[in-house]
Every structure is written in structure tokens, then in C-alpha cells.
């Protein structure tokens, strides 16, 4: 394992770095990647990354790309979150589903799909969670029922992030109740124009709208739409949550909390504890931030990233929870006061960073999964 750098990916750094420093004049909603606000800012920036083909800069050239690198694909997005650029429903498009077309994809929906995300034409939401079904994802009720040329599809989704938005859902749904719960699931892709779709918005407890439920009543999904052979959706869903879940962007917004932390403590010369404790969270992300090189150079390697995407995935985003929760501690009674109050330190995105941090340790797959597939295809612990 090599993580040093080439002078080529220092130059890739200073060129985006550079990018950033213009492109990020037209978003002025906050400063955490994945928010929903100021969603007319995000499409701004969107079509800058597609005007220089950054959209998604790792896919093949065939497909829209450029090629890169895992390694230069992983110092974007770490460069993109270190500077607050919002993600404009890239991590679903081009985190999620689009590398999960170019595995599994017919040459059709490649076709149809991929070029799209590349332009900045399509936005994409996941269809996954149900109110019954979350950690235990092959509970799922969502029914398709197989008519001619179509699927007919009932149920409801939640916590659908960008639904609001979304052009498009990947979803997974049972397409035969009499398997086995991990056998009888099917992958669709599904137009959020089509009748019968309703999303219910969900805002969270900051107070921002990511969030929603989607209802689907009597909606028809053609079967050209469906990725992967009927009833062996689990694994087409199973490939997507592995990208989903090998993603440096987390360490970098751990980071940039971090720098901002440690610029006011030596502004208002803060004591013994606040060093020590801001030393002891520095030195917990430059472990994740290895975690994180590390998955980049197996890929680069050829190498399957499975366990590592899991320890990454839990070490990230329970890091983020501690690493709020020191911050609007070291803050004093400032530390709980929302952006907008003119007393807030750090203008108040500290407290919206404790509340949103809890989130993130649900969705992709709980902690408590996170560690039940470390125990079994990591160490090779029996399951329960």
C-alpha cells in the first residue's frame, strides 16, 4: 500500500481547488454536501461540473466520463466536500446508481441513463426504506405485479432524500411474495412523472426538508426498466449499497468542522480540554482519512471492496457524531444556537451538524448492520 501522491494528482488538487474557488459564487445554501436547500444554486453548480465533464469524472470515457483514476476520482470528491459544494443528487446518480448501470445495466439503459447524469439532465432519489422495512431492507412490501409489458406497483417508500426533486427512483420491490424474503425482490427504475407516485414531505429535526415519503398507487413501471433478471434484485441493490458506502466525502466535512473548531479556539484562547480534545478528533479522522486512501488503492488495485466500504461507513459517520458533539460542548452555551442568531460561534452550523450527524449512522445500512457484516465476512464470526 502506497498512499503517496504523484505530481499529477497534486496538480488535479490545485486545479479543483481553483474550480471551486469560482464555481461555489452561485450556491449559497449550507455548507453540509448532501443538503436539499437552495436547490436552484445546486443545478447551477451542476452545470458547471458538466460543462468540463466533472460530473462524473471516474466513469469510462463511453459513458460520459473522463477515466480517471479511483485515486484522482477520491481526491474530487474529498476536495468537493472539504469546500461545502453541494452534491445536487450526485451521490445518488453518480455514487449510487450509475456505477450500478455499468455493471448490471442492459446496453439500453446504459444508453439512456448515463449520458443524462453526465449532462446534469437527471436527477435521481432511492427507493429503498419502508415504513416497516429499514435495517431489515428484504422485509420490504412494496408489491410489482407483472402485467404484459409493465409491472403494477403498490406500496409506499420513506425517508426518500431528494424525492422532491428526483426525475428518476431506483427502487427495489417484491415481485414474488412466496420466496424466500432475499429471493423474491426485483430493481426497477422507475419516472417520478409517471401517475400514481405522491411524495409526502418529511422535514428533519434541523428543520430542513431532504426528507420525504413516497406513496405508489397502481403504478405502472415498464419491464425494460428493470436492472438485473426478475427476483434477483437483492444483489443489483446489494453491488449499489457497496458504492454507496465507500465514500470519502464524510472525512473531508469531518475535516472542515475540525479546521473551523480549532481557527476559534485559538481566537478565544480555549484551555487544556479544548486542545486536547480537538487533538484527540484530529488525530481520529486522519485515521479515517487513511481508511478512506485505503479503499481508494484497493480499487485502483482491481480489488473488491466489500468489508473495508462497511469499517469506513461506520467509523465516518460515528467520528461526525462525536466530532459535533465536542464542538457545540467546546462552544459553550453558544454551541446550541441555530444559523441566524448573531450570537452563534461558527455562525450556528455546529448545532445543525449534532442534529444531522444522527441520521447518517441509520441510513446505508445501520451501525448495527455495519458491524455484523464486519464480524461475518471480516472476521469470519458466525451469525447469531
Given at each position: 500500500?502506497?498512499?503517496?501522491?504523484?505530481?499529477?494528482?497534486?496538480?488535479?488538487?490545485?486545479?479543483?481547488?481553483?474550480?471551486?474557488?469560482?464555481?461555489?459564487?452561485?450556491?449559497?445554501?449550507?455548507?453540509?454536501?448532501?443538503?436539499?436547500?437552495?436547490?436552484?444554486?445546486?443545478?447551477?453548480?451542476?452545470?458547471?461540473l458538466?460543462?468540463?465533464?466533472?460530473?462524473?469524472?471516474?466513469?469510462?470515457?463511453?459513458?460520459?466520463?473522463?477515466?480517471?483514476s479511483?485515486?484522482s476520482?477520491?481526491?474530487?470528491?474529498?476536495?468537493?466536500?472539504y469546500?461545502?459544494?453541494?452534491?445536487?443528487?450526485?451521490?445518488?446518480?453518480?455514487?449510487?446508481?450509475?456505477?450500478?448501470?455499468?455493471v448490471?445495466?442492459?446496453?439500453?439503459?446504459?444508453?439512456?441513463?448515463?449520458?443524462?447524469?453526465?449532462?446534469?439532465?437527471?436527477?435521481?432519489?432511492?427507493?429503498?426504506?419502508?415504513?416497516?422495512?429499514?435495517?431489515?431492507?428484504?422485509?420490504?412490501?412494496?408489491?410489482?405485479?407483472?402485467?404484459?409489458?409493465?409491472?403494477?406497483?403498490?406500496?409506499?417508500k420513506?425517508?426518500?432524500?431528494?424525492?422532491?426533486?428526483?426525475?428518476?427512483?431506483?427502487?427495489?420491490?417484491?415481485?414474488?411474495?412466496?420466496?424466500?424474503?432475499?429471493?423474491?425482490i426485483?430493481?426497477?427504475?422507475?419516472?417520478?412523472?409517471?401517475?400514481?407516485i405522491?411524495v409526502?414531505?418529511?422535514?428533519?429535526?434541523?428543520?430542513?426538508?431532504e426528507?420525504?415519503?413516497?406513496?405508489?398507487?397502481d403504478v405502472?413501471?415498464?419491464?425494460?426498466?428493470?436492472?438485473?433478471?426478475?427476483?434477483?434484485?437483492?444483489?443489483?441493490a446489494m453491488?449499489?449499497?457497496?458504492f454507496?458506502?465507500?465514500?470519502?466525502?464524510?472525512?473531508?466535512?469531518n475535516?472542515?468542522?475540525?479546521?473551523?473548531?480549532?481557527?476559534?479556539?485559538?481566537?478565544t484562547?480555549?484551555?487544556?480540554v479544548a486542545?486536547?480534545r480537538?487533538?484527540?478528533?484530529?488525530?481520529?479522522n486522519?485515521?479515517?482519512?487513511?481508511?478512506?486512501?485505503?479503499?481508494?488503492?484497493m480499487?485502483?488495485s482491481?480489488?473488491?471492496?466489500?468489508?473495508?466500504?462497511?469499517?469506513?461507513?461506520?467509523?465516518?459517520?460515528?467520528?461526525?457524531?462525536?466530532?459535533?458533539?465536542?464542538?457545540?460542548?467546546?462552544?459553550?452555551?453558544?454551541?446550541a444556537?441555530l444559523?441566524?442568531?448573531?450570537?452563534?460561534?461558527?455562525?450556528?452550523?455546529l448545532?445543525?451538524?449534532?442534529?444531522?450527524?444522527?441520521?447518517?449512522?441509520?441510513?446505508?445500512?445501520?451501525s448495527?448492520?455495519?458491524?455484523?457484516i464486519?464480524?461475518?465476512?471480516?472476521?469470519g464470526?458466525?451469525?447469531?
Open positions: 500500500m502506497d498512499f503517496a501522491f504523484t505530481p499529477e494528482h497534486h496538480a488535479l488538487r490545485t486545479e479543483v481547488r481553483g474550480f471551486l474557488k469560482d464555481a461555489l459564487t452561485v450556491y449559497s445554501g449550507p455548507s453540509r454536501p448532501t443538503s436539499q436547500e437552495d436547490w436552484p444554486g445546486q443545478m447551477a453548480f451542476l452545470a458547471q458538466a460543462s468540463r465533464g466533472w460530473v462524473a469524472p471516474a466513469w469510462p470515457k463511453a459513458y460520459g466520463g473522463q477515466g480517471w479511483p485515486v476520482q477520491m481526491i474530487f470528491s474529498e476536495e468537493l466536500s469546500a461545502g459544494a453541494p452534491d445536487a443528487g450526485r451521490v445518488f446518480s453518480v455514487g449510487m446508481i450509475g456505477p450500478t448501470l455499468i448490471h445495466g442492459t446496453e439500453e439503459q446504459k444508453r439512456e441513463h448515463l449520458s443524462q447524469i453526465t449532462a446534469g439532465e437527471a436527477i435521481w432519489c432511492q427507493g429503498y426504506s419502508e415504513p416497516g422495512s429499514g435495517s431489515d431492507l428484504a422485509s420490504l412490501q412494496t408489491r410489482a405485479v407483472r402485467d404484459g409489458d409493465d409491472y403494477i406497483v403498490n406500496g409506499q420513506i425517508w426518500t432524500t431528494g424525492a422532491h426533486h428526483a426525475d428518476w427512483c431506483f427502487m427495489v420491490v417484491r415481485t414474488d411474495p412466496d420466496r424466500p424474503k432475499h429471493k423474491g426485483s430493481f426497477l427504475l422507475v419516472d417520478m412523472t409517471t401517475p400514481g405522491t409526502q414531505p418529511i422535514p428533519n429535526m434541523a428543520g430542513f426538508h426528507f420525504n415519503q413516497v406513496f405508489f398507487e405502472r413501471v415498464p419491464v425494460r426498466n428493470r436492472v438485473g433478471e426478475e427476483n434477483n434484485g437483492w444483489y443489483v453491488t449499489l449499497l457497496d454507496e458506502r465507500s465514500n470519502v466525502a464524510s472525512i473531508a466535512a475535516q472542515r468542522v475540525l479546521d473551523g473548531l480549532a481557527a476559534h479556539a485559538r481566537e484562547r480555549a484551555g487544556r486542545r486536547h480537538l487533538a484527540e478528533c484530529y488525530l481520529a486522519e485515521v479515517g482519512r487513511l481508511l478512506s486512501y485505503r479503499t481508494a488503492w480499487q485502483e482491481g480489488k473488491v471492496v466489500n468489508v473495508e466500504a462497511s469499517v469506513i461507513k461506520v467509523f465516518a459517520t460515528e467520528l461526525a457524531q462525536r466530532i459535533a458533539n465536542a464542538g457545540v460542548n467546546l462552544l459553550g452555551t453558544g454551541g444556537l444559523p441566524g442568531s448573531k450570537h452563534a460561534p461558527l455562525s450556528g452550523h448545532a445543525e451538524e449534532h442534529m444531522e450527524n444522527v441520521s447518517p449512522t441509520i441510513y446505508s445500512g445501520s448495527e448492520v455495519q458491524r455484523n464486519i464480524a461475518t465476512r471480516g472476521l464470526l458466525p451469525r447469531d
